[in-house]
């Protein structure tokens, strides 16, 4: 429903554009990159391990898909997957994203810089996310195998959520039909988390999660 109601926005706006702009300044256009990227888990991660020695940042790879309409406005499509190492040393828990969204650009050309022609830009876009956790959890029932170790069980959860992305950055003319790209965006995910052994045991919260990432890419305008 979310994705309906975007493509109706856009498109709408999209119109506005179209009215008074030539032919030569549309067209559509596909990208192919990647960059690194730091997590907020929103305390999920010890909380559920009671592991707070975790690597929070990874890679994130990333296919584009788009149409400009005008020199200052594009319609977007981003598809992103996110790879993270390892929860942490003593939780052997992973972590796998993966984001995709509509979103509707704002551009502003600079045709003489130190860099040459380019063009800076902001975007909004709505879409989906999907999050699978995979290792063990902390059932918050301390030590009851008197081994030294906190007891956890083993624990798979995917979800598929509402995400938001916003983002902009900067994007360099290499020549007619290709473009470098820089940018950096933040990504929402959600996960509504329930699990336990028993009524005492028995834990359910939402947390929202965050992935900033920094990111370049290649451009290809048809």
Same mark, same amino acid.
């Given at each position: 429903m979310?994705?309906?109601?975007?493509?109706?926005c856009? =498109?709408?706006v999209?119109?506005?554009?179209i009215a008074?702009v030539?032919?030569?300044?549309?067209?559509?256009?596909?990208?192919i990159g990647?960059g690194?990227t730091?997590f907020?888990?929103d305390?999920?991660v010890?909380?559920?391990?009671?592991? =707070?020695?975790?690597?929070?940042?990874?890679?994130a790879?990333r296919?584009?898909a788009?149409y400009?309409?005008?020199?200052?406005?594009?319609?977007?499509?981003?598809?992103?997957?996110?790879?993270?190492?390892?929860?942490g040393?003593d =939780?052997?828990?992973?972590?796998?994203?993966q984001?995709?969204?509509? =979103?509707?650009?704002l551009?502003?050309?600079?045709p003489?810089s130190?860099?040459?022609p380019?063009?800076?830009?902001?975007k909004?876009?709505?879409?989906e996310s999907?999050?699978?956790?995979s290792g063990?959890?902390n059932?918050?029932?301390?030590?009851q195998?008197?081994?030294?170790?906190?007891?956890?069980?083993p624990y798979?959860?995917?979800?598929?959520?509402?995400s938001?992305?916003?983002?902009?950055?900067?994007q360099?003319?290499?020549?007619?039909?290709?473009?470098?790209?820089?940018?950096l965006?933040?990504?929402?995910?959600?996960?509504?988390?329930?699990?336990g052994i028993?009524?005492?045991?028995f834990t359910s919260?939402?947390y929202q999660?965050y992935?900033?990432?920094?990111?370049?890419?290649?451009?290809?305008?048809?």
């Amino acid at each position: 429903m979310i994705i309906k109601r975007t493509l109706a926005c856009l =498109s709408a706006v999209s119109a506005l554009f179209i009215a008074n702009v030539s032919h030569a300044e549309m067209g559509p256009y596909v990208g192919i990159g990647g960059g690194f990227t730091q997590f907020d888990d929103d305390g999920f991660v010890k909380e559920s391990t009671g592991d =707070s020695d975790w690597d929070d940042s990874g890679t994130a790879y990333r296919f584009i898909a788009g149409y400009k309409f005008s020199e200052n406005f594009s319609i977007e499509w981003t598809f992103q997957d996110y790879d993270y190492n390892e929860y942490g040393v003593d =939780s052997v828990s992973e972590v796998d994203m993966q984001a995709w969204h509509v =979103s509707g650009v704002l551009s502003y050309p600079i045709p003489e810089s130190p860099f040459g022609p380019m063009e800076v830009f902001g975007k909004l876009g709505l879409g989906e996310s999907d999050y699978l956790f995979s290792g063990r959890v902390n059932l918050g029932l301390g030590d009851q195998n008197n081994d030294g170790n906190v007891d956890t069980i083993p624990y798979k959860e995917q979800q598929t959520n509402e995400s938001i992305l916003l983002g902009g950055g900067a994007q360099f003319h290499i020549n007619e039909d290709f473009r470098i790209r820089t940018e950096l965006d933040i990504t929402t995910f959600g996960l509504d988390v329930a699990y336990g052994i028993n009524s005492d045991s028995f834990t359910s919260k939402d947390y929202q999660f965050y992935a900033v990432t920094a990111s370049a890419s290649l451009v290809y305008l048809f």
